[in-house]
Nanobody, 124 residues
Framework: VQLQASGGGLVQAGGSLRLSCAAS???????MGWFRQAPGKGREFVAA????????RYGESVKGRFTISRDNANNTVYLQMNSLKPEDTAVYYC???????????????????WGQGTQVTVSS
């Protein structure tokens, strides 16, 4: 499965962006997540979602501002980002856990499939 993230860009603080992650060569994993990595920092968990979208989990720094969703019919996962802050600036990656795994985890090492990343820059 290949994952392709898109939708990043430059936005002013307080603005919004919507990231997309499209899967090809297979279907989305049961558990899909978004991570981000700022320069000089480790990969940080942002959000994850289960297959039927009844389970979601968010990193503390984005709770109440970001929303993860998915469209299984179109093999796409989304990350709606509102009230963006300069500290949200990072490369954002989508990722999927192994095909049969149904447990959400925040550890990037537990995700098997990764997209190439899309840059989000929030200016103050």
């Amino acid at each position: 499965v290949q994952l392709q993230a898109s939708g990043g860009g430059l936005v002013q603080a307080g603005g919004s962006l919507r990231l997309s992650c499209a899967a090809s060569g297979g279907t989305l994993s049961n558990i899909m997540g978004w991570f981000r990595q700022a320069p000089g920092k480790g990969r940080e968990f942002v959000a994850a979602i289960g297959w039927s979208a009844d389970f979601t989990r968010y990193g503390e720094s984005v709770k109440g501002r970001f929303t993860i969703s998915r469209d299984n019919a179109n093999n796409t996962v989304y990350l709606q980002m509102n009230s963006l802050k300069p500290e949200d600036t990072a490369v954002y990656y989508c990722a999927g856990r192994g095909t049969r795994i149904t447990v959400i985890t925040t550890s990037p090492s537990q995700y098997t499939y990764w997209g190439q990343g899309t840059q989000v820059t929030v200016s103050s």
